[in-house]
């Protein structure tokens, strides 16, 4: 009988060794999160502990042993009883759903703080800390573009500050998480996903991905750092000071899988690398996402779009006759008026614009009509405009 006792509480020893980090929230939109959990559970209770109390009266009562039960074999309707059945039922429902649409738009990640706590309301003129986001193969970059630093597994902002969380991520889907402070986003390659939080206390908070995304993701995790704005000056100057550069070829090293990396400071991050992060096209050889999805916004280029490319490697694919010639027909840029002055190989073209419009960097604009904008020349094409 002892035995059994003690395998009916094992439950509950695993029930207290997890710690309750939802239900002991350290910043405003976490607490806001745990009471829409406390009162949609308070309000199921409300028919799960009848129903559960009704079950063990009615086998108690109907049990084989009590012969003085009453029996009705003609028993078939009871509108007193099925208004109750149906009328509490709807009423839960009809506050839950009420209690769900007001939260899910109140919180938002998305939708921009309008008070730091309860009692704390902000200003109009307060801005908000911006933090970039990177979900790495296997572990976490934060840029503040304010300061112009950068961190691997290691976070830190101010106390009773608002933060806005920009995020990506390299490779595959990923869940940024930090329980105390706000609820979970994703992050994914090529796309950028906003959270907005804040803590009210000091301290360490535990940061994780809460999505499984390879072999390393058990070490996704890092410490947030509540500070006060005297402490949390102190911590950006110790990065400045400790850190190195974070360039394009610096992140490329850091894009690297790897697992268990310790905390890393950069105190000079340059000023395009976030930009090129997200777009993938930290390799300043590979087209940007942007700009890709404008060139598609405009109708894109046509068959010099879809036939004649080079290969990510730079090397020319091997195809037959094409529309623009018995000999294979290759874009090897789109350029401007002035990058037309280049040479290229004999078995390539260039795509000459007639107008002075930039179209490499950051210079293709959505709307933007190409359809007169550009011409194919072939090689003897080329040497008779140039």
Known sequence: MKSLRLAALAPLAFIAACKPVVLAPAGDIAAQQRDVLVISTLLMLLIIIPVIALVIFFAWKYRESNKDAEYDPEFHHSTRLELVIWAAPLMIIIALGALTWVGTHLLDPYRPLDRIAADKPITEDYAPLQVQVVAMDWKWMFIYPEYGVATINELAVPVDRPVEFTMTATSVMNAFYIPAMAGMIYAMPAMETKLNGVLNNEGTYEGFSSHYSGHGFSHMRFDTQALPQAGFDSWIEKVRTEGGALDRARYAELEKPSEAVPVMYFGNVAPDLWHAVLNRCVDANRMCVDEMMAVDEVGGFGMAGTLNVTELTQKVFTRGPTPFGSQPVVVDAFCTVLDSQRVYGQD???????????????????GMSLTPTFTLLSAPQRAQAL
């Open 348 to 366: 390539q073209v260039i795509v000459a614009a007639r107008d002075t419009s930039p179209l490499r960097g950051h210079g293709l604009k959505p």
